[in-house]
């Protein structure tokens, strides 16, 4: 039965969201954690966020998988990939079939201007809810700002945002940010 709801999770998930991964993510968090919230925590989530990014592929799609693996095994990540996929390739086949009867409508155009706000919005609401659990792991209170992993993760984003901006290839700053990451793991600074 966990199956069975995995797919159907996460063909919601991949049904009601649009403007791709990060646009998804804040439904996958809460639907996670009202469905599966003793099994996968925020940081777990937050570490799922961080592999999804630093793998090949779609990231709703890897997010889809780790979750699913993690509740279900490796059926569980079938399940949920194909779930978060499935709504899509339903919605393109439709698209292309029709497409070209409506494409100069003045309702498809007005709904897909419309719906440009709306998938930014997702967007920044998913880049404040990571930060948030990254930034303030125990919650928003003045004694986060006094312990060290406030200021290590301050001072990687600020490292990583002037790396950005000195236009060093993604690979890169992927590779820096794991290597970062996995130094201060062993270090136990986190």
């Not at 990060?22 to 925020?42: F, N, S, T």
């Not at 499935?86 to 100069?104: E, M, Q, T, W």
């Not at 309702?107 to 880049?127: D, F, R, Y």
Request: glycine fraction near 12%; aromatic fraction near 12%.
């Amino acid at each position: 039965m966990i199956y069975l709801e995995l797919f159907l999770t996460f063909f919601m998930i991949g049904a009601f969201t649009f403007g791709g991964g990060y646009a998804m993510l804040p439904l996958m968090q809460e639907q996670v954690a009202l469905r599966w919230g003793d099994v996968i925590g925020q940081e777990t989530i937050v570490n799922f966020v961080a592999v999804s990014e630093s793998t090949p592929g779609p990231f709703a799609v890897n997010m889809a998988t780790y979750i699913g693996s993690e509740i279900g095994g490796l059926l569980g990540s079938a399940c949920a990939t194909l779930g978060v996929v499935l709504p899509s390739f339903i919605v393109i086949l439709i698209v292309a079939k029709c497409y070209d009867k409506f494409r100069n409508s003045s309702v498809v155009k007005g709904c897909m201007s419309g719906l440009k706000p709306a998938v930014v919005g997702l967007i920044g609401g998913a880049i404040l809810s990571v930060a948030g659990s990254i930034f303030f792991p125990a919650g928003l209170a003045l004694s986060a700002l006094q312990t060290p992993a406030f200021y290590l993760s301050l001072g990687i984003f600020a490292v990583m945002l002037v790396l950005a901006f000195k236009k060093l290839h993604p690979i890169l700053l992927i590779l820096i940010s794991a290597a970062a990451g996995i130094g201060i793991g062993y270090l136990g600074l986190w």
